[in-house]
């Protein structure tokens, strides 16, 4: 192949990590700040992003946690999912998605997703629900906003709780409505490949002020009053602990580096906006499938910017042209094989692939370029370059 021959678009000493963050100066000077005081744990910061979170989903109340993972396990437990009970979700998402309907006891069934979206498929979602379904957990891939009217209307047809996977959805509108607070609960990531980061952490956005009071409860060793307000200039405050709590809660250290990140939420999707025109112009005439347009009336986050490679038509296998690209000194992602593929839950729970055809076909051919606000044009260009030059067309 041409990429054989020719040397790498960049350097390996200039290799292009996928998914690194834009940190600028204040998210610096936050965190110094935040050195100097003192407070390290949860504390004023930590309150500080969680007001600025609600402020811009438009959310009556949100909780700070360590990570996405902790926010949609202690989502669940507050929307009272438990043994015996069942949790829909889809086949197409990070382990972490299925992984928190186990810990909390529950069982998750799959229902497939759309071919096109990549979004679970409401009309599955309905023949997948039973006596035993507690709660839906609609994952909004890739920042593309799912099918929220229909979702709202099963979970209200069948009384059931219904909590948003927002992981990749920080900007992500549908119908003018901000992913997060269609359901009982949002669940944010603020990992360090996210839109928003802090490294590590997480939110958990809510309409009820009670299950929000529970889930802080929860978040920190299911005490009834957290460190901030046993520590601060108040006087000490005495706790009970009421319930088997956790260790979830966020540091005021994380919550530093995210106040300044979502200042700058929009400017950076805009940004990533950019980008992805970019690809979609330049990789217009590749014979690759690319992302489908978003859909009329919403908003798409852009967080990740999914290629399916197709054997037949690429002219080279996906996890060939994963191999290309890296020889190329270009990270990539893959979001993600779908969760049947994996050997846990096949054992586990009887799990198979080819259930669901459409979540399996596109794990198994599916890509992420380099997405992030942090890429210059000369980098975009250099992402453009490689995969011209892995598909020989360069």
């Not at 678009?9 to 000077?29: M, N, T, Y």
């Amino acid at each position: 192949m041409a990429s054989d021959v020719k040397p790498p678009v960049r350097p390996k000493d200039r290799f292009l990590v996928f998914g690194a963050p834009q940190i600028k100066q204040a998210e610096i000077d936050e965190v110094v700040d935040s050195l100097k005081s003192g407070w390290l744990g949860t504390g004023p910061k930590v309150a500080r992003f969680e007001q600025a979170l609600r402020e811009y989903v438009g959310a009556p109340y949100a909780a700070a946690v360590n990570s996405c993972t902790a926010a949609l396990h202690l989502a669940l437990i507050a929307a009272g999912v438990g043994p015996g009970d069942e949790v829909v979700t889809t086949p197409l998402t990070f382990c972490a998605t299925v992984n928190a309907i186990l810990h909390a006891g529950a069982t998750p069934v799959l229902a497939d997703v759309d071919p096109k979206t990549m979004n679970i498929d409401p009309v599955r979602v309905a023949g997948r629900i039973t006596p035993r379904t507690k709660a839906l957990l609609p994952v909004h891939f890739a920042g593309r906003p799912c099918d929220m009217d229909s979702l709202v209307d099963l979970a209200r047809q069948h009384n059931l709780q219904l909590i948003e996977d927002c992981a990749h959805a920080i900007e992500t509108e549908y119908h003018g409505q901000k992913a997060g607070t269609f359901g009982d609960f949002g669940c944010f990531s603020f990992y360090v490949t996210k839109n928003v980061v802090t490294g590590e952490g997480g939110m958990v956005t809510a309409r009820d002020e009670e299950a929000i009071k529970r889930i802080k409860m929860l978040a920190l060793h299911g005490m009834s009053a957290d460190a901030w307000k046993r520590f601060s200039d108040e006087g000490y405050k005495h706790y009970f602990v009421a319930e088997a709590g956790f260790k979830y809660n966020m540091m005021d250290i994380q919550a530093a580096i995210g106040i300044h990140q979502l200042d700058r939420v929009e400017a950076n999707w805009q940004r990533r906006c950019a980008i992805w025109d970019r690809y979609v112009k330049a990789f217009a005439d590749l014979p690759l499938t690319l992302p489908t347009a978003p859909e009329p009336q919403t908003r798409h986050a852009r967080h990740l910017f999914p290629l399916l490679i197709d054997t037949d038509r690429a002219g080279i296998s996906r996890d060939g042209f994963l191999s290309a690209m890296h020889a190329q000194n270009i990270g990539t992602g893959v979001h993600y094989l779908s969760l049947p593929e994996h050997p846990y839950y096949q054992e586990r729970l009887g799990w198979t692939p080819e259930d669901w055809p459409n979540a399996m076909r596109i794990g198994r051919q599916t890509v992420s370029l380099p997405l992030s606000a942090r890429l210059s044009d000369a980098d975009a260009d250099d992402v453009i370059r490689a995969v011209r030059r892995v598909l020989d067309r360069e």
